[in-house]
T-cell receptor
């Protein structure tokens, strides 16, 4: 994935508000997508996934939207909590690839 | 539930030395992936194995090699270490080759001095 180095895009939201994190993926052939949450010094943690035959999938407090036309993925977090503060990555997988490609992360900061 | 186990968690080496990182996948997972993550960067895919055979190769330097053993654990061997190799190295495992969720370990932090 394209790296933004030390200057991660940052999204700051008030506790209780909804958060929307966006991701533009690179390969139109990608058919499976995962959102990961990564806290400092820890491994990426699965949040929610979606396959290309769907455009929306909901989990507990999270919703993923997929727009294949513009190769765009978004993660919506409802009622954002302090524990949601982390870096969020989208990852894509293609039918022929045997790995997941990560997009640049977004740092979510939840303000009290 | 058992997770992906990586060792060591922290490793400090000098330039030109070698290092070996180990990964124990979740039981019954047959696929292992290695990723490298520099400070503030997204994880970069290095290499993956399925049923003990290399399945895909990413941006892994020629100085690095890896393998998956009969018990499905994997080792990443890094030689002639450079300062730029300092990073977090993550291992992930899954049940299906490229079609299922990747479960990540907590990572091994390599510091090259």
């Amino acid at each position: 994935g394209e790296s933004v180095g030390l200057h991660l895009p940052t999204l700051s939201v008030q506790e209780g508000d909804n958060s929307i994190i966006n991701c533009a993926y690179s390969n139109s052939a990608s058919d499976y997508f995962i959102w990961y949450k990564q806290e400092s010094g820890k491994g990426p943690q699965f949040i929610i996934d979606i396959r290309s035959n769907m455009d929306k999938r909901q989990g507990q407090r999270v919703t993923v939207l997929l727009n294949k036309t513009v190769k765009h993925l978004s993660l919506q977090i409802a009622a954002t909590q302090p524990g949601d503060s982390a870096v969020y990555f989208c990852a894509e997988n293609t039918p022929v690839g045997q790995n997941f490609v990560f997009g640049p992360g977004t740092r979510l900061s939840v303000l009290p | 539930a058992a997770g992906v186990i990586q060792s060591p968690r922290h490793l400090i080496k000098e330039k030109r030395e070698t290092a070996t990182l180990k990964c124990y996948p979740i039981p019954r997972h047959d696929t292992v992936y290695w990723y490298q993550q520099g400070p503030g960067q997204d994880p970069q895919f290095l290499i993956s194995f399925y049923e003990k055979m290399q399945s895909d190769k990413g941006s892994i330097p020629d100085r690095f090699s890896a393998q998956q053993f009969s018990d499905y654990h994997s080792e990443l061997n890094m030689s002639s270490l450079e300062l730029g190799d300092s990073a977090l190295y993550f291992c992930a495992s899954s049940t299906h080759l490229g079609t299922g969720e990747l479960f990540f370990g907590e990572g091994s932090r390599l510091t090259v001095l």
